[in-house]
């Protein structure tokens, strides 16, 4: 569920080099600024074809966190679940 005034959520990915002390932005690995409800998938893998905001050719470091920006008026999401698959 999503509610406030005007309420907005960007997710991005992260990656650390020394195990979680210092974080960096994967780069593209964002999506587009949500305002309502739904399901959002975002690939990171070398070698995909990129796609905004959807698919970005890179290695996913093997330290990583997801970290979202809420932005408006009081705004709310719930969040239900992150999937993650890994092809090794």
């Known amino acids: 569920t999503v509610s406030g005034t005007s309420p907005t959520c960007v997710f991005k990915l992260q990656g650390s080099a020394d195990g979680g002390t ?4 994967i780069p593209g690995a964002a ?14 893998y070398p070698g995909v074809t990129p796609a905004a ?4 050719s890179y290695p996913l470091p093997r330290t990583w966190r997801v970290v979202w920006t809420l932005g408006g008026t009081s705004p709310s999401f719930t969040i239900t679940n992150i999937q993650v698959a890994y092809v090794l």
């Open 31 to 44: 999506t587009a600024s949500l305002s309502a409800s739904g399901v959002v998938a975002l690939a990171v």
């Open 53 to 56: 905001n959807a698919a970005v």
């Open 22 to 25: 210092t974080w960096f932005d």
